[in-house]
């Protein structure tokens, strides 16, 4: 029962990523795109990512599945088709990724000099773990190096986009969105998830060691009280609530004894 409580908790990669759906939906208004600007031109193109981004969320809605990478198709594709269309130049729908991935790299950047690396927080939030993380220097320097990797992606996703958009590559764009996205993301996850385990180990060991160490004061106290010859608190405590339990049987019993309770007559005395 318990491994199967910690596989629901603890989502494979793939499904940390949306599952293979994700990484079609991610995936299809970038094809398109490209695919209907080279043969049709731009306008054609703008209007057929949108209408894949509203196609994915219809057939979630079908499925009933999460609409949520539907939404953020939809809004994402939408922001890059209007930069486009305002650009009048196809490369503008990579635009918004490109400085997308600048910010996301930065806040995750201060994050570690704030000493609240992003991997850490997000995690924690997502599976209610709390931030006694954050009292563990080793598990804060492990999530330290997993956020700075985060921030390493998007900092290679804007350089390296960035310079194929000065170069007016629209095809090269799409293909380095692509091959940047879920594989870099699985990169970063693997390191993630190393942080992870490494920071449950040692505090699941913390705390053993925290209950063995309170096992063995009480143990001593014990031991002290027997060889002075006074009562130990804790036997104290548990003797003064038994005595109070049988003082009120005790109460019970005489009270109904001097009060009984009137019988119901029988049948025969109606």
């Known amino acids: 029962m318990t491994q199967v409580n910690e596989s629901e908790k603890q989502p494979t990669m793939l499904e940390q990523m949306g599952g293979v759906s994700g990484l079609v939906f991610s995936s299809l208004p970038v094809v398109v795109f490209v695919l209907v ?16 981004a509203v196609l994915i969320g219809i057939v979630l809605a079908m499925r009933k599945g999460s609409v949520q990478p539907a939404v953020s198709a939809v ?13 009048g130049d196809a490369k503008g729908f990579f635009l918004y990724g490109i400085w997308q991935s ?12 704030v000493r609240w690396p992003l991997a850490g927080v997000i995690w924690s939030f997502l599976n209610g773990q709390g931030t006694a993380w954050r009292r563990d220097k080793a598990s804060v320097r492990d999530y330290d190096i997993a956020t700075l990797v985060w921030a390493l992606v998007f900092g290679a996703r804007f350089v390296v986009q960035r310079w ?22 699985a990169v970063a996850l693997v390191v993630t998830v190393w942080a ?9 060991a913390t705390l053993a060691r925290e209950e063995e160490e309170n096992r063995e004061a009480e143990e001593r106290l014990r031991a002290q009280a027997e060889a002075e010859g006074r009562p130990n608190i804790y036997d104290k405590v548990l003797e003064t609530a038994t005595d109070e339990i049988l003082d009120d049987v005790t109460d019970k019993i005489l009270d ?3 009060n009984p309770r009137p019988q119901p007559a029988r049948a025969d005395e109606r």
């Not at 600007?37 to 894949?52: D, H, V």
Request: aromatic letters at 14%.
């Open 37 to 52: 600007n080279a043969f049709a031109g731009l306008m054609p193109a703008i209007w057929s990512a949108l209408a894949s």
């Open 256 to 258: 109904d004894a001097a």
């Open 102 to 113: 600048l910010v996301y790299g930065g806040v995750f950047l201060v994050s570690i000099l």
């Open 196 to 204: 992870v385990r490494r920071s449950d180990k040692r505090l699941k």
């Open 75 to 87: 809004f994402g594709v939408g922001i890059a088709a209007f930069i486009a269309y305002r650009t």
């Open 164 to 185: 194929l958009y000065d170069e007016a590559s629209v095809g090269w764009l799409a293909a380095a969105r692509l091959a940047m996205g879920y594989p870099l993301m």
